[in-house]
């Protein structure tokens, strides 16, 4: 019995040291960034557009591009994914298609990214003639979230207790009932984290965008998803490709920029997290 | 409840957003699009800034796809002025016939193909036009430098070239094989003169080609080797690009402006004659030698001309 607990002491004590690995870690990135853009960062960097010249360089319109890709994926990828989900675990027998889609979708969430930028230019920009607009990026990176939005969604609504459906069937409630009334409220808090966290994994990606087309420079932020396609991943990739030493620095404060974005997000997803827990019965 | 409350407010939501994504034929897609070489990158992107600067509100953007891949979107009337490190081939032209799209080619800066070392590689500061052809030659079986010249040091020579869609490509095979695309095609390619310049910044025997005023960006971390083609070893300075010593590796560069826009696209013509004009000074900052002045006036005048036609 000592034998065993101490063995757990040390599992404890390991575990802590590896978080405290990540942590630092995390903080060292962090730090680096941040001192590498320290000084670069003048008063107009949040609203002025690129430069050729690293100390004039803002990144207003990519910026502005990754508020609008971050929308519009949430706007494409939620009610699809979620509706995907509540369809698959609610309504579709457990055999058959549905059950081939279901694992199907599990699959895609492991594909590399690049990929669905490559698939995003055949079909969006090509295809559907939306040509490297936002809209075009936006549905990309929805398509590259989807599938962790359904995984999670899945998971969430597979969590909610039967005995919850049960009851509301034994009251004479429709499937459609049971699902709005009772298992999407209790599923909401999982199914609103999982999604943030693909949205905000899909914002922070530039690969995909690059293959559809994004802009190297542009002179004004975008005010429609019919505008030219930018985003703060891609302008840190121009940044950091360029040669002259100066613009490392103006990525690292385009880099910390993103870093304060995403963590913006996460904390609104945690806000609407509380907020739909508290309403849930 | 609250689900159902999110759920309502994504259907004016989304009709907004499809709204915003109408075909942009009118006021939101008087965006003027320049894409093209990576050559001429750092003067398009001079000139757009300084335009922005002149003309507030005004809405330009820059893409980076090859000299090939600009020409192509050019034709298929997708972006409104290409940048082009060689003149358009009759293929393409032909493209551009059949799509109904007349264009102006005005020529606004010259460059030299520079041929780039690290700058930690200081056993090599010429080459002879031989010795680059026998370096870049389909099947070149020059691995090593001392293959290349006897005395030169036995290391491993490693190659960072523009792709295939990259006019610098066409133009430099062409010289220096004599026949377009001719080239060795194992080492690292790319259409981004860039990282052509950070590939060869990062490795002490590399070697690489690009574009002058990529050269100009990244002079700290690599050197340009000299060129000798029969009457001694040059430099390509900006001076000796523009008075032509350094041909046949100078050449010049264009931009190619869609005439197919007149009415949508007033501003389109306010920004290529600012480009033309603004060119002779930004040219010269951004690594390139500028061109006489009688080539700019000769652009302008096209350029009026092609305005006075269409409207």
């Known amino acids: 019995m000592r034998g065993a607990k101490r063995h757990r002491d040390r599992i404890g004590t390991a575990c802590a040291v590896m978080t405290a690995v990540v942590a630092a870690a995390f903080l060292a990135m962090a730090a680096v960034l941040v001192v590498r853009a320290w000084g670069a960062v003048g008063p107009g960097f949040l609203f002025d557009p690129s430069s050729r010249v690293a100390d004039r360089a803002g990144i207003g319109p990519a910026l502005a591009g990754t508020l609008w890709l971050a929308v519009l994926t949430a706007a494409f990828a939620f009610p699809v994914g979620v509706g995907t989900a509540v369809y698959l675990e609610e309504y579709a027998p457990r055999t058959g298609l549905a059950a081939v889609v279901g694992g199907a979708v599990a699959n895609l969430a492991g594909v590399p990214s690049v990929v669905y930028g490559v698939a995003g230019l055949a079909l969006f920009v090509r295809g559907m003639g939306m040509g490297p607009t936002l809209l075009a990026g936006g549905c990309t990176l929805a398509a590259l979230a989807l599938p962790t939005v359904i995984v999670t969604a899945r998971t969430a609504i597979r969590a909610v207790p039967r005995g ?30 999982g999604s943030c966290a693909a949205f905000t994994r899909a914002a922070g990606e530039a690969a995909p965008l690059l293959v559809l087309g994004a802009v190297s420079f542009m002179t004004f932020a975008p005010r429609t998803p019919a505008d030219p396609l930018t985003s703060l991943p891609t302008q840190v990739f121009a940044w950091s490709a360029r040669s002259q030493q100066d613009f490392a620095a103006v990525a690292a404060g385009a880099g910390v920029a993103l870093l304060l974005l995403l963590l913006a997000m996460n904390l609104v997803a945690r806000a609407v997290h509380r907020r739909v827990q508290g309403v849930s019965p | 409840m609250a689900v159902r409350g999110s759920a309502a407010g994504m259907v004016p939501l989304l009709a907004a957003l499809l709204a915003g994504c109408a075909p942009d034929a009118g006021e939101g897609g008087r965006v003027v699009v320049v894409d093209g070489s990576s050559s001429l990158y750092p003067l398009s992107e001079a000139v757009a800034e300084e335009f922005a600067r002149e003309h507030p509100g005004s809405r330009i953007v820059v893409r980076v796809s090859g000299t090939a891949g600009g020409l192509r979107r050019l034709c298929e009337g997708e972006v409104h002025v290409a940048g082009a490190s060689r003149a358009m081939t009759s293929a393409e032209a032909a493209r551009c016939r ?40 389909p099947g070149s079986g020059v691995t090593n430098w001392r293959d290349l010249r006897p005395g030169l040091p036995p290391e491993r020579v490693r190659l960072f070239g523009p792709g295939t869609d990259s006019g610098t490509f066409h133009f430099f095979t062409a010289v220096v094989m004599g026949r377009t695309g001719a080239s060795r095609a194992d080492h690292y390619q790319t259409e981004d003169d860039h990282l052509i310049a950070r590939g060869v910044a990062g490795n002490r025997w ?27 070893c040059v430099r390509p300075t900006q001076a000796k690009i523009g008075d032509g010593s350094y041909s046949p590796l100078s050449r010049d560069l264009y931009i190619y402006m869609a005439n197919a826009y007149n009415n949508m696209y007033n501003n389109l013509y306010t920004f290529v004659a600012y480009y033309v004009s603004a060119s002779r000074e930004l040219a010269e900052e951004a690594g390139y030698a500028p061109l006489p002045s009688e080539e700019y006036e000769r652009s302008l005048a096209l350029l009026a001309a092609a305005r006075e036609g269409s409207s």
């Open chain 2, 206 to 232: 590399s070697l690489g080609y690009l574009g002058s005023a990529s050269y100009a960006a990244s002079e700290e971390r690599v050197r340009a080797l000299e060129v000798d083609t029969g009457f001694g």
């Open chain 1, 164 to 193: 919850l459906r049960e009851a509301a069937f034994s009251l004479g409630a429709t499937r459609w009932q049971v699902v709005r009334g009772q298992v999407l409220p209790a599923a909401a808090p999982g199914i609103v984290t």
């Open chain 2, 98 to 137: 059949s799509a109904g799209i007349e264009y102006l080619a005005l020529p606004v800066a010259r460059d030299g193909v520079t041929v780039v070392v690290n700058s930690g590689n200081d056993a090599v500061g010429c080459l002879t036009m031989a010795e680059l052809r026998r370096l870049w030659e």
